[in-house]
């Protein structure tokens, strides 16, 4: 007795359920952040203009690409284009990886420079500041985590597409590894303006 | 059981949001660097919203996803709403 | 009396055989089983911790530990009994078990993620037994993990907090899956107006699973990075704010105590008309409460944090919405005593664990009440009366309705029934013993005993050794009723498909169910899971 268990609208489902938890999980250092805010404003604009606001526009771009190659690349396996689709995959991989080096050249830099939790430098310029930093390394930590992650996944997918295992009528892995890219780039977007660019 | 497959997007489409999307960065960069006081974070949330409005609706095909997609949606932002508004309660009136 | 002991059904068929073929299963069936092995050892070990507790308060001073290991037990008591005990319990175990029955389909809408979540559940449980014997020690910060102190112990918290978050993770899992499937896999004729209140709940339950859980998550994530790079997150003096990491901690928290409750209430909710064999007084206003219970629920963890600092103006506001939670959970109570009025009521072991939990979730509720409004909360916080007021909802609530789960469901899943005359002795001493244990408790922290102290003023003696001596007699009942549904399940008489005359889809399939639930056809519901006409128990 063998019944078809296949749900492909279920399995996006539950991913949109899981992406909810991510959303929620990065929520609370959002709270953090919020709350810090309103106590110390000058002090986060200060520490805002020690970020390289170059380093984080590129990479915002960047995300923002590989958004939209990943995007490109369920449609181009509906359309059962799967050339374009693998290409268009690992593209989008080879975006995550500029992002990731990207931040290893910026936070070497603010590293180099004393600036890293618990650093006595960081201790020195006063609570603002350092609660700014804590902030912005765990929160950008946790979500450079997650563009591995995600990275990871798409590179898997991208395989199992070339082995035939993910096809243009089966895609589902492919349309759910991209809505977990979608939110690793969603993170971005609002850590982006709040930790880079107040004034 | 055959399942009922979304269109694909055309290409196109996803180019022109993937370029609105750089325009908002532009500009929410570029508004950032004006001093409005307090208006300013009010400001890049409001551009960082319209923003994940157009990831969420076009790349990630909620657009074409059934109502409950839409209002499970709805009801996370709700909750986090309450997290993060109920917790000002405390910090802004201490 | 049957002497053998080979169950049929699910316990036959399998993809693979052997060990592997409950380590690799995918049967919602199997899961269940193996979660409910799993949460029955916690809770015998939590127990256990909980009577040594007792056992050091049988006097004041020094009795079997120091004030460092008494620290130690009652964190490890905490943690084991929420975190690996309570929040899996009904939804994991009972909730695998029934819920893809009880609306109709074969399995849940992700299997392989069910089986995850069972492992994440055995990892964490492994990290935490590993964090109670080694480096540091077991924890001492009590299951809250409050900062300062949880960031500057010198004990294991960096382990634990790790635990707790891969059983936080099980339990995401789990939410994923069950409101996937109540959404997706209902069977023909399975309208919203026709799923058992037990689907209902676990249904809300799931919710709060998937949208509180990743806030506790965050929060011990954040204990163990302040523990590794001493950033100072929560630390006044470097920016950052204690208070805030309570706020994280409770979001959580709070909705967690309506994860360890709503599936209890819908356990409740399938018992009573069963055995009063009437239909749920007020179906739509049991069901919509259940909802209405878990959103309610995400409003209100700052009542947790009244004596904590926070603005007059937060303790204001959640001192009054504390006050809407409770309507729905009264709704609830108000229509299972109404559903009993005018009912054909037998009093079987498994309604005799439901009305115990009326009667104990009635009290600790009240209790609830008092502790809600701000200004009797400042002189009971952090008293006994706290803990009395937990145990009387979490253990009188939750863990009674577990038992009355157990009772209800085991013969259904084993196909054998338990003595009943020994249930019924068991539970007597179970009922009287939890009463005697803890509302001792309510009364020493009225009279001003501070919780988490291994010693206590002389004129608290009495009530403490009251307490204790109400914990031994729960103790006897907790082990004849285990014994009883032990011997039960190996050894008990033979049960057809409907021992107790009940109208949910879990009771016209064979006992154990078969490997897929139903036969061949997909089964096709045409009235409501309350309607006996024509129900006919099989005897046993």
């Known amino acids: 007795m063998s019944i078809e268990h296949r749900d492909d609208t279920g399995s996006r489902f539950g991913m949109w359920l899981f992406l909810y938890t991510e959303v929620i999980l990065f929520s609370g250092l959002f709270i953090l952040y919020a709350m810090a805010l309103t106590k110390y404003p000058t002090q986060f604009a200060k520490a805002s203009h020690m970020l390289n606001i170059y380093f984080g526009t590129i990479n915002t771009l960047v995300l923002l690409t590989s958004s939209l190659t990943i995007a490109l690349a369920v449609s181009a396996i509906q359309m059962g284009r799967i050339k374009q689709t693998l290409t268009l995959c690992w593209v989008t991989i080879a975006l995550a990886i500029v992002f990731l080096i990207n931040k290893y050249f910026e936070w070497s830099a603010e590293i180099g420079h004393g600036i890293y939790p618990g650093s006595e430098h960081l201790a020195e310029m006063g609570p603002g500041i350092t609660t700014f930093f804590n902030l912005y390394y765990f929160t950008a930590g946790l979500h450079g985590l997650h563009v591995l992650i995600g990275g990871t996944l798409i590179g898997v997918v991208a395989v199992m597409t070339a082995k035939g295992q993910v096809t243009s009528d089966r895609y589902t892995l492919l349309e759910n590894s991209a809505l977990y890219w979608h939110l690793v780039d969603l993170v971005w977007i609002f850590l982006f303006p709040l930790y880079y660019l107040i004034l | ?94 | 009396m049957s002497e053998s002991t080979t169950y049929t059904g699910f316990w036959q068929e399998s993809p693979r055989s052997g060990i592997l073929g409950w380590l690799l299963s995918t049967d919602h069936k199997r899961i269940g089983i193996m979660y409910l092995c799993c949460i029955i050892a916690t809770f015998i070990v939590g127990a256990c911790l909980g009577l040594a507790i007792r056992l050091e308060l049988i006097a004041p001073g020094e009795t079997i530990m120091g004030a460092q290991t008494y620290n130690a037990t009652f964190t490890v008591h905490g943690i084991l009994m929420i975190f690996m005990f309570l929040i899996p319990s009904i939804p994991a175990a009972f909730g695998n078990l029934l819920l893809p029955i009880q609306i109709g389909a074969r399995d849940v809408s992700f299997p392989k993620l069910n089986l995850l979540s069972w492992y994440c559940y055995v990892v964490g449980a492994i990290l935490a037994i590993i964090a109670i014997f080694s480096g540091g020690g077991a924890p001492d910060t009590g299951w809250t993990f409050y900062v300062p102190f949880s960031t500057q112990t010198t004990t294991n918290v960096n382990l634990a907090a790790f635990a707790a978050f891969m059983l936080g993770f099980s339990s995401i899992l789990t939410g994923i899956n069950f409101v996937t499937t109540v959404h997706r896999l209902r069977c023909e004729g399975m309208t919203w107006g026709r799923l058992p209140l037990f689907v209902w709940t676990l249904y809300a339950t799931a919710w709060i699973q998937v949208l509180a859980t990743p806030m506790v998550g965050i929060t011990l994530v954040l204990v163990i990075l302040e523990r590794v790079f001493g950033a100072g997150l929560f630390d006044a003096a470097r920016g950052g704010d204690p208070l805030l990491f309570q706020h994280l901690f409770w979001i959580y928290s709070h909705p967690a105590v309506y994860i360890m409750i709503l599936p209890g209430m819908g356990v409740i909710s399938e018992v009573i008309p069963t055995f009063a064999r009437k239909p749920v007084f007020g179906y739509w206003a049991m069901a919509l409460s259940s909802l209405a219970i878990a959103f309610a629920g995400s409003l209100v963890w700052a009542h947790h944090m009244y004596a904590s600092g926070m603005s007059d103006f937060a303790i204001l506001v959640f001192s009054f919405l504390t006050f809407i939670v409770a309507i729905p959970s009264a709704i609830k109570v108000f229509n299972w005593v109404s559903t009993l009025y005018k009912g054909s009521i037998e009093l079987a072991p498994p309604m005799l664990y439901a009305l115990a939990f009326i009667f104990n979730f009635a009290i600790g509720g009240l209790g609830g009440l008092a502790l809600g409004a701000a200004a009797s909360d400042i002189h009971l916080h952090d008293t006994y009366f706290v803990v009395g007021h937990f145990h009387y909802v979490m253990f009188g609530g939750g863990g009674f309705a577990l038992f009355a789960a157990m009772h209800y469901w085991l013969p259904k899943f084993t196909g054998r029934m338990y003595n009943h005359k020994a249930a019924m002795i068991g539970w007597a001493l179970l009922f009287v013993g939890f009463n005697v244990t803890y509302m001792a408790m309510q009364t020493v922290g009225i009279q001003g005993m501070p919780r988490r102290y291994y010693d206590y003023l002389p004129e608290f003696t009495t009530l403490n050794l009251v307490s204790t001596v109400g914990s031994w007699v729960m103790a006897v009942g907790l082990i004849i009723m285990f014994v009883n549904l032990w011997q039960g399940v190996r050894k008990g008489r033979p049960v057809g498909k409907n021992p107790w005359g009940a109208a949910t889809l879990e009771w016209q399939v064979p006992s154990p169910p078969p490997l897929e639930n139903f036969g061949e056809e997909d089964p096709v519901v045409t009235k409501g899971p309350y309607n006996f006409k024509g129900v006919v128990a099989d005897e046993y």
């Open chain 2, 1 to 94: 059981m055959s399942e009922h497959q979304h269109e694909p997007v055309p290409y196109r489409t996803f180019i022109l949001i993937w370029a609105a999307l750089l325009v908002l960065t532009v500009i929410t960069v570029a508004i950032s660097r004006v001093h409005l006081g307090p208006l300013n974070i009010w400001v890049a949330l409001g551009v960082a919203s319209i923003k994940s409005s157009l990831v969420i609706f076009f790349f990630m095909h909620l657009r074409q996803e059934s109502k409950l997609f839409k209002i499970c949606l709805l009801i996370m932002l709700v909750i986090l709403a309450i997290f993060i508004g109920m917790t000002f309660l405390d910090v802004l009136y201490r």
